[in-house]
């Protein structure tokens, strides 16, 4: 049984298990994009984690529907073929109609297996388009946090740069 945290796709091939993803680290860095508002330098590198985290598994999960979409799309050039080259000359024949484009096509576009092949691929790209969507909400919040937090953060996180002293920076006032 799936629970709210799950999200279930279908598979590109037909009777395939469909996947399955965990969605709680996503829906815990969608919950706290609200802090975003009222980030501290304290809270901000963790925050940024639970950020980096969601995207990462966003990444593997977009790849993964990416695989399955094409995949799903292979198969339905693959029924078109069989249905072009095995069933459209029968119907044809047997109801006394001339070849061409639209009377294949119609064919094609009447036969329930090429149905289902394309109703895969619309909810895959479907699935695809949102989990990128997700992933774009996350990458924003991260560099949202970023940017809250500015240049003064970063400078005092950091080690002394190239036009620093050796002996200052971090370390105080040279005593020599």
Do not use: W
Not at 11 to 23: A, I, K, Q, T, Y
Not at 80 to 85: C, E, F, H, Y
Not at 89 to 108: D, V
Not at 154 to 166: N, V
Request: aromatic share 8%.
């Amino acid at each position: 049984m799936q629970s709210k945290d799950e999200l279930s796709i279908p598979r590109g091939l037909p009777n395939s298990e469909p996947l399955v993803f965990d969605m709680k680290a996503i829906r815990f860095a969608e919950n706290r994009t609200e802090e975003i508002a009222s980030i501290t330098p304290g809270k901000a590198p963790e925050l940024m984690a639970v950020f980096n985290q969601a995207y990462a598994e966003l990444v593997s999960m977009v790849s993964a529907v990416e695989y399955e979409y094409e995949t799903a799309c292979r198969k339905s050039r693959e029924i078109k073929a069989v249905i072009v080259l095995d069933k459209v000359p029968s119907i044809l024949k047997e109801r006394g109609l001339q070849t061409n484009e639209t009377t294949r096509q119609a064919i094609i576009d009447l036969d329930p297996d090429y149905q289902s092949a394309q109703e895969t691929e619309t909810i895959l790209h479907s699935f695809k388009t949102l989990l990128e969507g997700k992933k774009k909400s996350i990458e924003m919040s991260y560099t949202a946090v970023k940017k809250i937090l500015g240049d003064s953060f970063h400078a005092k996180m950091s080690l002394p740069g190239p036009d620093s002293s050796p002996t200052q920076g971090y370390f105080g006032k040279t005593r020599y």
